[in-house]
């Protein structure tokens, strides 16, 4: 079964400052990748997919993540961080239907004036 | 158009009470999924509904829990006993298809709920 991991339970960066957001994942075949964020009082958003083809996807809000297969790896970053940022983001992946989709524990990003 | 909504959006009860969490998808999404979120863990999967049908169910804790979709419209969710370890944010998502390459989910807010 796939499973996500998200190594950094909290970060802290300054506004305008480069952010790198770091998943891995586990999965047999190639999988669906995702991130979400969820915003306080809002619910979780869709900020980007990868399913196939270019492994280096855009998102909305001027997130990118580059799908590295040689290191199960899906990360997520921005060139500058603004204060609106601040958030909790999730990696998920997915397999053949919703219901097998997986998250992460979320990343909580916290950007500093 | 409205997003998911869910309802309430915190509940607070004590252990042995019941509690009904509410969630209505967007229009027209056939697809409504209930996740829930213990505190710093991931977000799971409960379970999913396919109009008023429950296409898996796999992810339900125990029998505590019971969900419902009458009329393939809203769904509620209720525990009854609740429990400490119920603690948690119930993720509410719908799609108009099930596959992910096609049904990208929409969440709502989540309903928080704390049990005493």
């Known amino acids: 079964a796939q499973s996500v991991t998200q190594p950094d339970i909290h970060i802290t960066v300054s506004e305008g400052a480069s952010l790198e957001l770091r998943c891995n994942y586990s999965y047999g075949a190639t999988p669906y990748l995702f991130w979400y964020v969820q915003s306080p009082g809002q619910g979780l958003q869709l900020l980007l997919k990868?399913?196939?083809?270019?492994?280096l996807v855009q998102g909305i809000k001027g997130f990118e993540a580059e799908f590295k297969r040689s290191q199960s790896s899906f990360n997520l970053r921005k060139p500058s961080v603004h204060w609106s940022d601040a958030a909790e983001y999730f990696c998920?992946?997915?397999?053949?239907?919703?219901?097998?989709?997986?998250f992460g524990a979320g990343t909580r990003l916290t950007v500093k004036p | 158009e409205a997003g998911v909504t869910q309802f309430p959006s915190h509940s607070v009860i004590e252990k042995g009470q019941t509690v009904t969490l509410r969630c209505d998808p967007i229009s027209g999404h056939d697809n409504l999924y209930w996740y829930r979120r213990v505190m710093g863990k991931e977000i799971k999967f409960l379970l999913h509904?396919?109009?008023?049908?429950?296409?898996?169910e796999s992810g339900m804790p125990n029998n505590r829990f019971l969900a419902e979709r009458t009329g393939g419209t809203y769904s509620t969710l209720k525990v009854q006993p609740a429990e400490l370890e119920d603690s948690g944010v119930y993720f509410c998502?719908?799609?108009?298809?099930?596959?992910?390459?096609?049904?990208?989910?929409?969440f709502g807010e989540g309903s928080r709920l704390t049990v005493l």
């Open positions: 509904f396919v109009k008023e049908s429950k296409q898996d």
């Open positions: 990868y399913f196939s083809g270019d492994t």
């Open positions: 998502a719908s799609s108009q298809d099930q596959g992910p390459s096609t049904g990208e989910l929409f």
């Open positions: 998920a992946v997915g397999a053949h239907n919703n219901n097998d989709m997986r």
